[in-house]
């Protein structure tokens, strides 16, 4: 399975570090979201792809920190 394109594609792909950033974003994001009296229509299922996509990203990260740690523990080794 491949990661979907980004609107703004750059040409290169995203590092753990980018990743990372995007996160804290989409968390600043959600918990404005969450705090405002605006009615949004269909509200739930926004919120739910909203996580969808911040568990996606998140799982990325886990997996390359991961990687990055075996990497280490070889090149140490």
């Known amino acids: 399975m491949t990661a979907p394109a980004p609107i703004y594609a ?3 792909a995203l590092e ?12 600043l ?5 969450t705090n405002t009296n ?7 299922e926004a919120l ?3 996580f969808e996509v ?6 990325e990260v886990e997996e390359e920190v991961e990687e990055m740690r075996r990497v280490a523990r ?3 080794a």
């Open 10 to 12: 750059n040409g290169s």
């Open 16 to 27: 753990t570090e980018d990743k990372a950033a995007q996160l804290r974003k989409l968390a």
């Open 29 to 33: 994001i959600g918990m404005a979201a």
């Open 38 to 44: 605006m009615n949004l229509l269909h509200m739930n």
């Open 48 to 50: 739910q792809g909203f």
């Open 54 to 59: 911040m568990h996606r990203l998140a799982g």
């Open 74 to 76: 070889r090149a140490a």
